[in-house]
């Protein structure tokens, strides 16, 4: 298995182009070519979460007439199980409400 295949499953059931991931793995500097290790495993779920944050923006993907919906609570979920996993601070990603006194 591949970088990028790896990236790839750790996203399904998301759709996302392998053209994205390789650009994504470019930037981070991962061999998206190269085979998966789990010394990479960091630097994947980066990845993953990286990508999965931008489906937060998107309620749904229309494409070749097939039309598919996000739950954003499952995927910002996800995030923060993924980040907790690897030791990522899912606060990055995801916003986290806060409560804030106006009072006096």
Known sequence: ??????????????PVRRSLIERK???YGLDASGLYNTQNER????IVVE??????TLNNV????????????????RIRRLCGEVGLDSN????????RYIGE
Do not use: H, W
């Open 25 to 27: 793995c470019d930037k």
């Open 51 to 56: 990508l999965l944050s931008q489906m937060i």
């Open 1 to 14: 298995m591949t970088n990028s295949e790896a990236i790839q499953e750790d996203l399904r059931p998301y």
């Open 62 to 77: 229309a494409e070749g007439g097939v039309s598919l919906s996000f739950d954003k609570k499952a995927v910002e979920t």
């Open 92 to 99: 990055e990603f995801v916003q986290q409400p806060t409560v």
């Open 43 to 46: 630097l994947i779920t980066f």
